[in-house]
């Protein structure tokens, strides 16, 4: 057995785990743009508690979040009762991982793209806004392209801590092969299984992999964006 | 097309009130720094939500808080021209001047492109990013961005102040000539003496906040109270000319008006240009004989019409010359010598090189 060569089991738990972080990733990204552009750029009643319940998944302990979504999101729970009547179930789905993965990722995720809204010079919106454009135009001609390497730092953020998420994940959805089993969760089921050594190390050297390509990537975006945007 | 603005607003601790009425053209608003002119300018652009105001231009009603009329500054096709450009870094000098054309409805578009980056010179900067531009270049994007929106107005916030001497004197030229071949309302804000009486038709002066004159440029140039000390140097009067002929040999323009002629080195314009010439009081000799025989070609014929205190030492005469008034600071000592009273007769003498006139073209 040479390094590369993954059981059917080991290459399904890449799969899921690059799935259910990018659709965490990708689907977070309009909330999370919305809430910080609402944190950096208005002022409204209970801001602050806004604030905190986003911030809330990065100060728990994450088998908290997971029980709280299970409790919410879950088959019996008032929210996951509720779609369950269109066939949106979350529980023990991979579509619940990525929802567990989304809320831990999602106050990383806020926080950088709130960062770099703040940055973004207000007497730009200002000028843009006597040149004709309604808030909406502003927003979408210069605070968004100017906010791009924010952007991208947050999705990045989020997509590896979706990669690396476990307590959250395995509390809410379980540890099931196939559907819910993502490297981290699949990493420690190999541990507890006698002889599970090597493919453990193989999904962990993966693991360093992508995390390594994810922020690569980013970086190279990253600093595409700021030349491009650099007063 | 016209200009009325009265807003009373309350911001920190100043008290901005100001009212006045402007028929087109250059209205500079003067004063010193913290005086109120950037928040007047902001309220007339609709930054700023006023306590109390109403501002039109033309027919069109802009903020009338008595009547609860609010436009908000996107729907006001107000072109704003700020200190620092502000042009936006993502989007290429092309880009930037499309963006205000974009957003104004085709029906009120009638700004053509061609014109105006000709007249600002930037047709060669199209695709260029705003950060390779130099500060001058920036500023005259900024102001070809803010046309191109077609706007009924024109606010420009200082828009050399920022600029060291050489860009200043590179830009004044196709500031010149936005007044002359833009047919809309311009408030230009500024605290330098040469910049105002060189540009204006109108001037209100602004000291904290209030309103301390407002008048026609000529008018206001020779109130040199008006003037900061520092600055009371540039005071002086401004004469609307016009271009007679052109001195090729010595390379001199001869101006006219009904003060007399002027000449100014350098050739400006065809025959017929509109020039203004600004003459320092300090730089005016008075005497009571025609002089002959000495260098300066400039001598205009008046009569005394007022003699003011300038300070401990000198006294500011203001001469009228055929309409026009031009203004001497002179000593003391000499308006007492030469016996002068308002109706005396004399002439006033200026050097053509200390006149300064419209920009010459380059030789």
């Known amino acids: 057995m040479t390094l590369f060569s993954l059981t059917p089991e080991e290459w399904e738990a890449v799969r899921l785990s690059l799935k259910v972080a990018s659709v965490a990733m990708v689907a977070s990204l309009p909330v999370g743009i919305a809430v910080a552009w609402l944190l950096a750029r208005r002022e409204f009643w209970g801001k602050s508690l806004l604030n905190g319940v986003v911030h809330l998944p990065l100060v728990m302990p994450p088998v908290v979040t997971g029980y709280l979504l299970l409790l919410t999101f879950g088959t019996k729970g008032p929210i996951g009762s509720f779609l369950a009547q269109f066939g949106i179930i979350f529980a023990f789905r991979w579509t619940g991982a990525a929802l567990a993965c989304a809320v831990m990722g999602f106050p990383l995720m806020v926080r950088a793209i709130r960062l770099s809204i703040e940055a973004v010079d207000t007497r730009l919106e200002a000028a843009s806004s006597t040149l004709g454009a309604n808030a909406l135009w502003v927003f979408f001609t210069v605070t968004l392209p100017l906010t791009i390497p924010g952007i991208i730092a947050g999705m990045i953020l989020c997509f590896a801590k979706a990669m690396g998420e476990f307590g959250a994940t395995i509390t809410f959805v379980s540890n099931i092969p196939g559907e819910t089993q993502t490297l981290p969760t699949a990493i420690y089921t190999l541990t507890q299984v006698p002889g599970g050594d090597a493919g453990a190390l193989k999904l962990t050297a993966i693991s360093i992999a992508i995390s390594l390509g994810a922020l690569l990537i980013s970086e190279i975006l990253a600093r595409r964006a700021v030349q491009r945007i650099a007063a | ?363």
Not at chain 2, 67 to 81: Q, S
Not at chain 2, 133 to 162: C, F, H, Y
Request: with cysteine.
């Open chain 2, 1 to 363: 097309m016209s200009l009325s603005v009265a807003v009373r607003h309350r911001l920190g601790s100043l008290d901005l009130d100001v009212a006045f009425e402007s028929a087109g053209g250059i209205t500079a608003v003067f004063g010193a720094s913290g005086c109120g002119k950037t928040s007047l300018v902001n309220v007339i652009a609709g930054l700023i939500r006023p306590n109390f105001a109403r501002i039109s231009v033309g027919d069109t009603v802009l903020v009338d808080t008595e009547h609860g009329i609010f436009m908000p500054a996107h729907r006001r096709r107000i072109g704003y021209v700020f200190q620092e450009a502000r042009l936006f870094p993502h989007l290429t000098v092309e880009g930037n001047l499309a963006y205000g054309e974009w957003f104004t409805p085709k029906s009120q578009r009638y700004a053509a492109r061609g014109p105006i980056l000709e007249l600002l010179g930037i047709g060669n900067l199209l695709k260029r990013r705003p950060r390779d531009l130099s500060g001058g270049e920036k500023q005259r994007v900024a102001i070809g961005r803010a046309l191109l929106a077609s706007p009924r107005l024109l606010l420009m916030d200082e828009p050399l102040a920022s600029l060291d001497a050489s860009r200043k004197a590179e830009i004044m030229p196709y500031l010149e000539r936005l007044r002359d071949e833009v047919k809309i309302p311009i408030v230009y804000v500024s605290h330098s003496v040469a910049e105002v009486l060189r540009l204006a038709s109108d001037v209100a002066v602004l000291a904290q906040g209030k309103l301390a004159a407002f008048g026609p440029a000529a008018e206001i140039a020779q109130r040199l109270d008006l003037v900061p000390a520092e600055e009371r140097e540039e005071g002086g009067a401004i004469i609307d000319m016009k271009v007679a002929s052109h001195d090729a040999e010595f390379g001199l323009t001869r101006l006219a008006s009904a003060a007399g002629d002027i000449h100014v080195p350098g050739r400006i314009g065809p025959e017929g240009t509109p020039a203004r010439v600004r003459i320092r009081a300090r730089d005016v000799m008075l005497a009571l004989a025609e002089p002959t025989h000495i260098s300066a070609l400039n001598v205009l014929r008046g009569t005394v019409a007022a003699i003011s205190p300038a300070d401990a030492y000198s006294v500011n005469v203001r001469l009228d010359c055929g309409g026009a008034a031009v203004v001497a600071r002179i000593t003391r000592h000499s308006a007492a010598a030469l016996k002068l009273a308002p109706g005396t007769p004399a002439f006033a003498v200026v050097k053509a090189v200390s006149v300064s006139g419209p920009a010459a073209e380059p030789r």
